[in-house]
């Protein structure tokens, strides 16, 4: 590839299309091997409910279509960093509409947990918030504690706005309790309480099972890298 | 020969029988021909009918037969009883009852018309020679059962399919190539875009193959170094001179191939694009020729000698455009041909940058879907986009171009552009005017005033024939008639592959196979006794003696009160399948008209309205469907001539122009003849041809 500087009267030259950030993608992305087969009809664009077709306007971000001609123009700051990942519902109208039978949902959420792994993921994007505060809850109990997982999101921006959040949804999670569907005795596990929520029995298994899979994946990029 | 045995077959069916004195009829066709075979059946179409004809075939008692009943134009192959049978249709169902008011039958002018109708097909049986009555063996262009070989022009894969269909379909072919070799532009080229499934990779050029297969074939002879200089003649006896290193020749042909390929549009001319100043920006054909010399290695561009690591196929460049000096068409291969350069690339080296910009990919069929997808398998990258121009760095070129994905501007600096330029089809005039002057930048034998020459000197031999308005004088002159494959303006001459329109190889060696039946067809319909007509209708239109010989068994009325009758000539394709509508719809013209087939040249045609007038017709109309062109241009200069020439009033002649969804009007263009002419009674000429 050319990426020639500018000097004197010569053009100034952008990135050519090369296939660096592609086979990247292909490599580290689940199902990435699919992406060159994309051919910009824009079925995935006019589909997708979270992004306009062309990448701008109410919804902002970049359509699926967008992504995948950033990816052969190697731009991989602007995809990896692009906030369409985290906006992606995984409805997955993409995927049953793409005439090359592209898994495209599917190769967003594997961008989006590459783009987490590369530190290049949107740090204050709500649904990474999100999700990083339910993978941890998960991860710490086996199974979600909706009542500390509540908490802990009311509470991200600080005490004072949690305590402002936590009042002006208060008559939700009333309703919540009276329903049995919330119970705050959860709480205690903020304070290592295990009564309301006891989540599961074998939680050192399950920490044991993802420190393996931890440690495969691992093995598996540096491998990779070695190459 | 043996003796011409004459019959003539009159069908009662279909209101004939009731609106037409049949007996009337046949003592007329007794009188033409005492010994005429006359025969009448209910209905001839019918099995009973037909055996009726085949009876006597079998016995021995007919070998020209007239058949009295529908429009030649219909039961084509229902009357197509036997090969050695001459059969000529007297249109009595259209031509005459159908649509006749029934008044007409009472006064007698429904009968007359018939009469004047049979008389007229039976004509073409004996085709009487001016002045006697004797009747002579119809006129076959090929002399005493010789059959001449067809010339194909041009030995590419179009030439050489269209000599082995014809060939293979039992006739000689020859093959006059100008360069040294058979192949043409494909000879130059390292592969093909696939032509069978999976479509997934470039195939082998097919050239060998073909070559051998023609070389092989005891009907074809190949002419290499030689080119047609002089062609004159007609179907059936062409005679082309043609010009060998060493020699001259000259030889009859029955009909001729023009398979003379393409030439490249000279890129010179794309001053946006780059490739007049900078050696690293060629055309996909350049781009062949570095393959082939890199012989599946790496390939090198042509500035430095350096491997080339990013290539950009330019698409439609100088072609599907509205600039000046650009040809708004589409070549229709170029889209697959990049493809197929693009993994020339990724052939050798997969991680070659290969992007092809395009605004429209035009990849049709499966075969085009499956050959995209194994570009994309491959690596390759397509970009819609504008391009906006090509500039020269010192690394090599830098293109600019708009992603309408991305939409933002590009400039992108690439070892190598490939420019996806026009094929111009060597039988049609250059369509747009000859080059600039141009710097003599790659070619060290460049002149100014010689881009093409130089150009062709470079990419092997683009052009391979000269000029054809010097050797195939009557293509050059004028486009192929539009709506009929291989059809020219010239009868026995057709066009086939990309002489006459950008097309891809797959098109290229079906059109040859076409361009050879097409060819074939002068020397099939002479062996069974026809003039070969060139819209396919064997109308029998092209031998003018033939239809004077028609119009002078019209019985005209005679004294200086009856109302004059008219002549038209009507376009042999669509016109008179145009008269066959409107009667079938109960339109029809007035019953002092006379309906014939109009030749095919103006001489013709004026000769033809000259012996109208003095067989005694008070006027002619002339009804055909041609483009407009020279041919008209022609025919309406020489229609000008003749009331002067005959000291007539030019309101007798009439000149017009139709389609077939025409077909309601023509009766009423004639009727309006036909009054005219009743106002100005009969014409002085009448009588003055010698009967």
Not at chain 1, 89 to 118: K, N, T
Not at chain 1, 202 to 223: F, H, M, S, T, Y
Not at chain 2, 531 to 555: F, K, N, S, W
């Amino acid at each position: 590839m050319n990426t020639t500087a500018s000097q004197g009267d010569t053009p100034a030259t952008t990135k050519g299309y090369g296939n660096a950030f592609l086979h990247e993608v292909e490599n580290r992305v689940g199902q990435g091997e699919w992406l060159k087969m994309c051919t910009q009809c824009g079925a995935c664009a006019g589909a997708c409910p979270t992004t306009d077709s062309g990448g701008s306007g109410t919804h902002g971000g970049h359509s699926p279509q967008s992504l995948f001609m950033m990816i052969r123009a190697g731009q991989r700051s602007d995809v990896l960093g692009s906030e369409t990942l985290w906006n992606c519902m995984s409805c997955s109208d993409c995927a049953v509409l793409c005439p090359s039978r592209i898994p495209v949902a599917d190769i967003i959420q594997g961008l989006a947990f590459y783009a987490e792994s590369q530190g290049l993921a949107p740090r204050q994007h709500p649904n990474r918030v999100l999700a990083m505060a339910f993978w941890e809850n998960v991860e710490k109990h086996g199974r979600v504690n909706e009542a500390e997982l509540g908490m802990r999101l009311n509470f991200r921006a600080g005490f004072g706005p949690g305590v402002a959040h936590s009042l002006a949804i208060k008559d939700i999670a009333l309703k919540l309790i009276k329903a049995n569907r919330l119970t705050p005795l959860a709480l205690g596990s903020l304070v290592g309480l295990n009564v309301g929520h006891t989540g599961i029995r074998a939680k050192a298994e399950l920490r044991a099972i993802l420190a393996k899979a931890r440690a495969l994946e691992k093995a598996r990029d540096e491998g990779e890298n070695g190459d | 020969m043996a003796a011409k045995r004459t019959a003539c077959y009159f069908c009662t069916g279909c209101d004939l029988g009731e609106r037409l004195d049949i007996d009337a009829l046949k003592v007329s066709s007794k009188r033409v021909d005492p010994s005429i075979l006359v025969r009448e059946h209910e209905a001839l179409c019918s099995a009973d009918g037909l055996n009726l004809i085949r009876g006597d075939i079998a016995s021995g008692a007919v070998s020209h037969a007239c058949i009295a009943a529908c429009s030649p134009r219909f039961k084509q192959d229902t009357f197509a009883l036997d090969e050695a049978l001459i059969v000529s249709r007297a249109n009595l169902r259209e031509g005459v009852v159908w649509g006749r008011p029934m008044e007409d039958d009472a006064n007698g002018l429904t009968q007359s018309m018939a009469t004047d109708q049979l008389a007229m097909a039976m004509a073409t049986l004996y085709q009487t020679a001016p002045g006697t009555n004797a009747p002579k063996t119809p006129s076959v262009p090929t002399p005493s059962g010789v059959e001449n070989p067809i010339l194909v022009v041009g030995g590419g894969m179009t030439g050489m399919s269209a000599a082995l269909a014809v060939a293979n379909a039992g006739r000689r072919a020859v093959i006059v190539e100008k360069s040294a070799n058979l192949g043409g532009a494909m000879a130059r080229m390292r592969g093909r875009t696939p032509q069978r499934a999976p479509y997934s990779g470039i195939e082998d050029t097919g050239v060998a193959e073909l070559t051998s297969a023609v070389e092989a074939h005891e009907l074809i002879t190949v002419l290499l170094d030689s080119a047609v200089v002089a062609l004159s003649g007609a179907p059936g006896h062409f005679v082309a001179r043609i010009a060998s290193a060493d020699q001259h020749s000259e030889s009859p042909y029955d009909a001729v191939i023009q398979a003379t390929g393409w030439r490249p549009f000279d890129a010179h001319r794309l001053s946006r694009y780059g490739y007049r100043d900078n050696a690293d920006v060629i055309t996909q054909m350049e781009l062949e020729e570095l393959v082939r010399a890199a012989d599946f290695g790496p390939i090198k561009r042509p500035s430095d000698g350096r491997v080339v690591d990013s290539v950009l196929f330019v698409q439609c460049a100088g072609q599907r455009s509205d600039l000046t000096g650009e040809l708004d068409s589409c070549s229709g291969h170029c889209c697959m041909t990049s493809i197929k350069q693009a993994m020339y690339f990724k052939d050798t080296n997969p991680d070659i940058d290969t992007t092809v910009l395009y605004s429209d990919l035009r990849t049709p069929g499966s075969r085009g879907e499956d050959f995209l997808r194994a570009g994309l398998k491959k690596g390759v990258t397509f970009v819609h986009g504008r391009f906006s121009s090509i500039t020269t760095a010192p690394s090599g070129p830098v293109a600019a171009f708009t992603d309408s994905i991305l939409d933002e501007t590009r400039t992108i600096a690439y070892d190598l552009v490939v420019l996806a330029t026009a094929m111009l089809p060597t039988a049609l005039p250059p369509p747009v005017e000859a080059t600039t002057a141009v710097a003599a930048r790659k070619h060290p034998d460049f002149t100014e005033n010689d881009s093409e020459t130089a150009l062709d000197a470079n990419s092997g031999d683009a052009t391979r024939h000269p000029p054809l308005s010097d050797a195939l004088p009557y293509i050059g002159d004028e486009p192929p008639r539009g709506g009929f494959a291989h059809a020219t303006a010239r009868p026995g001459i057709v066009t086939a592959g990309s002489a006459v329109r950008a097309m891809d190889l797959a098109q290229a060696m079906e059109d040859g196979v076409g361009a050879a039946l097409k060819a074939l067809q002068p020397p099939v319909t002479a062996d069974t006794g026809f003039a070969y007509q060139p819209m396919g209708i064997h109308e029998q239109a092209t031998d003018v003696d033939r239809v004077i010989a028609q119009l002078r068994r019209c019985i005209l009325p005679q004294g200086d009160d009856a109302p004059p009758h008219v002549l038209v000539l009507a376009g042999p394709h669509t016109v008179l399948s145009a008269l066959d509508l409107a009667a079938r719809d109960g339109l029809s013209h007035s019953a002092r008209a006379r309906v014939l087939p109009l030749p095919i040249t103006p001489t013709d045609t004026s000769r033809l309205v000259h012996e109208a007038f003095k067989h005694g017709f008070g006027g002619v109309s002339v009804i055909h469907d041609l483009p407009r062109g020279d041919t008209v241009a022609a025919m309406r200069e020489a229609l000008a001539d003749i009331p002067a020439l005959l000291d007539l009033e030019p309101e007798r002649i009439s000149l017009h122009c139709v389609t077939l969804a025409d077909f309601r009007r023509i009766p009423e263009l004639i009727d309006t003849l036909v009054s005219t002419v009743e106002t100005l009674g009969p014409q002085p000429r009448r009588g003055s041809a010698t009967t």
